[in-house]
């Protein structure tokens, strides 16, 4: 019985949670601020507080009926967002929405109807801000589950306001407020896998406060890379943008890659516009460049045979185009594409085996949170198909199975989208995420989940899709023990086969990140990151190493932070485990053997004849 707590019961724990928050020290997100007519929200590159209240100097303002705010993208942020209303009260009417990330004023939101409004930003679309509007008595309304569908599957027709609030881990601006809600875990907890992992894994602990680290207009701006070693399972390395190379040019550092020697890890900013180049062995930030508009992940084309092998692409997201970077010797933009027609917003995309074909998702294309998938021609950018469907709804990463098959996380959805490369269509939409009572289907969206899909790669022998599900509450899944899971999906038969959940019960821990690391003597871990926890968590897919997924398990948590303020470890987003062991590099870097860095042939050495081609017949 102890996996099947009822809804009531979670429904008790979020008031006893909320009461906890009210009984303790002022908790701006708890406690709502005195009534306004009219308010600023700036939006800011601060984690937890991304829409900044002038009011209140957090991200939830209360406003009398017939109020006003104005969204503001100006010098507190490097880049472009938008302000978008998700949710609502049933009896208003209002509708607040761009069709392109853009800066300055021009967005704001008069209240026609008291009750509590969500704001998100659909190219961020974990930065968000509140505002509670009263009715005529001065009380705010609670939030009802017509609003809120979430609600329901707690078995409550509603909930007052503010304990809807006290689950939200985005809503959490203070110190005491990130403690609440995010899973911050200590030395204790730290769990060691039985069998180690080969390399190391790199991890942008993109909330991790550094003090001094400052944006150009001297504010501080978040985040760092920390490097833990695979074998101990324990940090080895911490890089900043304290550095002199990335001074003003580092800020939420998002995600990263690697050159086929693995000399070179490349991390783009994703609320800036610059990327690094930072000397692996070292740590060493030894060059940064403006590229555009919040710039996303790093791939690199592996077709040893072109004359494009290791050409990266770099998607911006907060504009239309992917870009063509080179690193011979320093960075150089060989080309900037559109990745589909008109606006695109693309975000995470990833390369069949053979570099032909880059898969991208374009997370919104105007009005609404429609995205599409698009197909390009690796060396050219040229759109061989763009793909729109109604499960496509700010579509955000994609994994492809060697040349054949690609998994596109769509956080609107809930749905990964399978598309078949071979033909250019979308062949499947499959859910991941779960209601609060544990149910997933196509019917369930994201006002009912508050969970979204994030990144889905595949692993090296083609065998499973590992899907970061994250949770936008602290509400653990009575299924899973945890707010957030991995889901894993069988690619034979592209069902979700397990679900794990990630992270301690009552907290969030944000699972984002997720790429898969070679295990020593053979088999692969799926390296997790987790924006709202300090924890890097290693789960294997198949620990019987039967072939099957169903006993899939959290067998590793690295602690990132050393528990010092509550964002240390904090905000891991991106994850490459190095050497990069997926179908069509490692075989790159395996042919090197012998020349590279010292460290990085003892790694090579590690691997088995199927983790150094894991295309070879006999391996999958
Ligand atoms: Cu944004």
Same mark, same amino acid.
């Given at each position: 019985m102890r996996n099947k707590r009822r809804p009531l019961t979670v429904l008790a724990a979020i008031t006893i949670g909320l009461f906890a928050i009210a009984s303790a020290a002022p908790v701006t997100g708890a406690t709502l601020p005195p009534t306004l007519e009219r308010d600023t929200m700036?939006?800011?590159?601060?984690?937890?507080?991304?829409?900044?209240?002038?009011?209140?100097?957090?991200?939830?303002?209360?406003?009398?009926?017939?109020?006003?705010?104005?969204?503001?993208?100006?010098?507190?942020? &490097?880049?472009r967002h938008t302000a978008t209303l998700l949710i609502k009260p049933t009896t208003s009417q209002l509708q607040v929405d761009q069709d392109a990330a *853009?800066?300055?004023?021009?967005?704001?939101?008069?209240?026609?109807?008291?009750? !509590? =409004?969500?704001?998100? /930003?659909? +190219?961020?679309? =974990?930065?968000?801000?509140?505002?509670? +509007?009263?009715?005529?008595?001065?009380n705010v309304p609670p939030v009802t589950s017509g609003a809120l569908p979430f609600l329901s599957h707690l078995g409550a027709a509603s909930l007052p306001a503010a304990s809807v609030l006290s689950v939200l881990p985005m809503i959490a601006p203070t110190e005491a407020e990130k403690r609440q809600k995010w899973d911050i875990q200590a030395a204790a907890d730290e769990l060691v896998p039985q069998v180690p992992g080969i390399g190391e894994v790199w991890v942008d602990t993109q909330f991790e406060a550094v003090p001094g680290q400052t944006g150009e207009h001297g504010d501080e701006k978040p985040g760092s890379i920390t490097v833990v070693d695979a074998a101990s399972s324990r940090v080895e390395r911490e890089i900043n943008g304290l550095d002199p190379q990335a001074k003003g040019r580092w800020n939420n550092p998002h995600n990263m890659w690697a050159d086929v020697r693995e000399d070179t890890v490349y991390n783009a900013n994703w609320?800036?516009? *610059?990327?690094?180049?930072?000397?692996?062995?070292?740590?060493?930030? !030894?060059?940064?460049? &403006?590229?555009?508009?919040?710039?996303?992940?790093? !791939?690199?084309?592996?077709? &040893?045979?072109?004359?494009?092998?290791?050409?990266?692409?770099?998607?911006l997201s907060a504009g239309n185009n992917i870009l063509s970077v080179l690193d011979s010797g320093g960075f150089d933009i060989a080309d900037s594409s559109p990745t589909g027609e008109g606006r695109n917003h693309p975000h995470g995309q990833w390369i069949t085996s053979d570099g032909a074909q880059t898969v991208v998702p374009n997370m919104f294309k105007g009005m609404g949170t429609a995205g599409s998938i698009s197909i390009l021609d690796t060396e050219t950018n040229e759109v061989l198909k763009e793909i729109k469907a109604p499960a496509v709804q700010?579509?955000?990463?994609?994994?492809?199975?060697?040349?054949?098959?690609?998994? +596109?996380?769509?956080?609107?959805?809930?749905? +990964?989208?399978?598309?078949?490369?071979?033909?250019?269509?979308?062949?499947? #939409?499959?859910?991941?995420?779960?209601?609060?009572? /544990?149910?997933?289907?196509?019917?369930?969206?994201?006002?009912?989940?508050?969970?979204?899909?994030?990144?889905?790669?595949?692993?090296?022998?083609?065998?499973?899709?590992g899907v970061a599900v994250m949770s936008l509450t602290t509400v653990a899944r009575p299924c899973t023990g945890s707010a957030d899971h991995v889901a894993v999906i069988d690619t034979l038969t592209d069902t979700v086969v397990a679900r794990v959940g990630v992270g301690r019960a009552g907290h969030s821990a944000g699972t984002h990140g997720a790429n898969w690391q070679p295990k020593l003597g053979g088999g692969y871990y799926l390296a997790v990151a987790n924006q709202h926890s300090n924890v890097m968590t290693t789960v294997d897919p198949d620990p #019987?190493?039967? @072939?099957?997924?169903? $006993?899939?398990?959290?067998? @590793?948590?690295?602690?990132?932070?050393? @528990?010092?303020?509550?964002?240390?470890?904090?905000?891991?987003?991106?994850?490459?485990?190095?050497?990069? !062991? =997926?179908?069509? *590099?490692?075989? $790159?870097?395996?042919?090197?053997?012998?020349?590279?860095?010292?460290?990085?042939? @003892? *790694?090579?050495?590690?691997?088995?004849? /199927?983790?150094? $081609?894991?295309?070879?017949?006999? /391996? #999958?």
């Open positions: 700036q939006l800011t590159d601060t984690p937890g507080n991304w829409f900044r209240s002038e009011a209140t100097g957090s991200p939830v303002t209360t406003l009398a009926l017939g109020g006003r705010v104005d969204f503001v993208v100006g010098d507190f942020t &490097e880049t *853009w800066r300055g004023g021009g967005a704001s939101a008069t209240f026609d109807a008291p009750g !509590v =409004y969500l704001f998100v /930003c659909k +190219v961020h679309p =974990y930065m968000t801000g509140v505002v509670a +509007v009263e009715d005529a008595a001065g609320f800036g516009r *610059w990327a690094n180049k930072i000397d692996r062995a070292t740590g060493d930030v !030894v060059e940064s460049m &403006e590229v555009g508009q919040a710039p996303t992940h790093f !791939v690199s084309d592996p077709n &040893e045979h072109s004359a494009h092998f290791e050409t990266l692409s770099l998607p700010l579509p955000v990463a994609a994994g492809i199975k060697g040349k054949t098959k690609a998994y +596109v996380a769509n956080i609107g959805s809930g749905q +990964v989208s399978v598309v078949d490369l071979a033909s250019g269509t979308l062949t499947k #939409n499959i859910p991941v995420t779960l209601t609060p009572d /544990c149910q997933s289907g196509a019917q369930f969206g994201l006002t009912d989940t508050l969970q979204a899909p994030i990144q889905t790669p595949v692993s090296p022998d083609g065998r499973f899709v #019987n190493s039967d @072939g099957n997924a169903v $006993d899939a398990a959290v067998v @590793g948590r690295t602690i990132l932070g050393s @528990g010092a303020s509550a964002t240390d470890g904090t905000g891991g987003q991106g994850i490459k485990p190095l050497p990069n !062991v =997926y179908d069509g *590099w490692v075989q $790159d870097t395996v042919a090197l053997a012998g020349t590279l860095n010292p460290e990085v042939d @003892g *790694w090579i050495a590690q691997l088995t004849s /199927c983790q150094r $081609d894991p295309s070879a017949s006999a /391996c #999958n």
